[in-house]
């Protein structure tokens, strides 16, 4: 009886010390993440925890990482025939002591993020360390800190081959696993074996759960330093849409050889890419950055990428030098984003984003990307707009045309920057509406008549973009008769009257307007009413809207009249536009068309 009482009591005192020492090993756990937080905090070492290193930054890391686990060897906890001494720092211990500290654990994280060299060189500077520090178990110390090395070196470089990233879960399983390797290799290194496997089961817990615990805290400070960096970069996006302003009077001189170069420059001042590129359908015109001395003006595109884009007209990305299919062996370029720029759905020329680290290419860079080729896609067909402007015979179109502010294409910019760093799809898509809207313009710039539902596909594209900056200050009713459709109607008819009635009708409101657009037929009349509830009109301003243009401080009030002028021309006096409005109380216009089109006046250009 008495031996079974002496048998638990010892149990008992067992478990008493595993568990101080598990308290312990979180102590010196949280010494090493104090050290990682704090360095966090500086911008040169947020800068080496990258994916990819060169020479230099790879000597940084060994050195980083080694320091980690030297740190881990002189705060460790001396373990003398199970019992624990709790000095604060060890510089020696005695023959029969060993070290229960988290030295693997900082050479797990180093050879993850590092790959094998850093692996490798961490393990070596940590392990050799431990083993000057003596013990019975210094040898087989040493050698599983460079073991824990080598294995999560070659783990972490196979991830990221695979394309996938170093989780913090990933992490803390190589961690433990490295940290079981340890006990094992006590076990068949140390002598005696009967103090060695009484060390390990007396640490193995301890030490197995505390680097556990402590890789999956570095982790999170690992991956808060590069969700920082999005951050910054989705910041800085806002920025980045300044290109659009920037380069749109050089779209409007085509894609040649001048103009192209002073975009590329652009673009490379104002986003992460290292090179900049952009070809029409079959010579490079420009090329800034990095591999510009074999990216060259004037040649065919060195890369079988970018013949890809121009055939299959569809975004390639490539992730690895391998598929970039660049000619040149020694070209530095490992990451690029193509993408096609195309004129009335057709392919005329690619824009190309190109970096010396693949990790550079993340979501944020090819969201911009993206962004950027459907705006100079735009900004082409807005510039082949303009010069086909030149030869419409229509001056009313010409008037409207030029009424297009370009406010409202910076302003919709500004909102869809604004919101890549909120809601990254709304941004996509409110970008799709841009490009509709615009192209809807354009189409219209290139004929007399379009079919109705055109015409309410770009008021629906105007409105998404507007609502968007105006969320909650007016409603927009649609009643439309089914089976109208097709009727043909002059483009510029329905949006800016649209437009009139959300920028003079609600400017202040606090309550919430309302909008309503009725299209039906009536008397073989096709009858267009745009309704507003909002401040309406003075009566010695309306009896002179839609016969002169009409000065005001948002415009010169060309666009009643406009489309006034061209209702008469297009249907020889067939077709009519009336407007009442009472002030406090709303406005409504109200367009008649005949169905018929016999009074079409042929203006055909």
Known sequence: MFCLHHVLVQKNKGWVKMLNLTALMLEKVGIIVIVAYLLSQMKSFRHIIQAKHNTNERILLILLFGAFGIISNYTGVEVHYNSINRATWLSELEHESALANTRVMGVVIGGLLGGPIVGVGAGLVAGVHRYTLGGFTAFSCGISTILAGIIAGYFGQKRKQMGKQITAGFAVMIGMIMESVQMLLILVMAKPIEQAWSLVQFISFPMIFGSGLGTLLFMFIIKAIKRDKELTRANQTNQAFLIADQTLPYFRQGLNINSCREIAEIMLKLTDADAVSITDDHQVLAHVGAASDHHIPKSKPETGLTKKVLEGGRISIARSKKEILCVYK??????AIVLPLKV????????????????????????????????????????????QTKLLKDAEIKALQAQIH???????????????????????????????????????ARQMLLPL??????????????????????IVDFQIEQGLEKVLIP?????????????????????????????FSENNQLQIIVEDNGKGIPEERIQV????TVISK???????????????????GKACLTLKSKVDHGTTVTISIPLDNKGVVDQSV
């Open 545 to 548: 809207l839609g016969k002169q």
């Open 330 to 335: 020694s070209c530095p370029l490992e990451a």
């Open 554 to 572: 948002k415009g010169n009030g060309t666009a009643i009249f406009n489309i006034n002028e061209r209702l008469k021309g297009i249907y020889n």
């Open 406 to 444: 370009p406010h409202f294409l910076f302003n919709s910019i500004n909102t869809i920057s604004a919101l890549c760093r909120t809601d990254a799809d709304k941004a996509r898509k409110l970008l799709l509406e841009l490009s509709s809207f615009f192209r809807g313009n354009l189409q219209g």
């Open 453 to 474: 539902e055109n015409e309410l596909a770009n008021v629906r594209a105007y409105l998404s973009l507007e609502q968007t900056r105006f969320p909650n200050k007016y």
């Open 344 to 387: 009335k759905n057709k392919i005329v020329g690619t824009l190309k984003m190109y970096y010396t680290e693949p990790e550079k290419l993340d979501k944020v860079q090819q969201e911009l990307a993206e962004g950027l080729a459907n705006l100079f896609s735009t900004q082409l067909e807005l510039a082949e707009a303009e010069r």
């Open 491 to 519: 483009p510029f008819t329905l949006q800016p009257l649209v437009e009139n009635a959300i920028h003079y009708g609600f400017p202040r409101s606090k309550s919430e307007g309302r909008i309503t657009i009725r299209i």
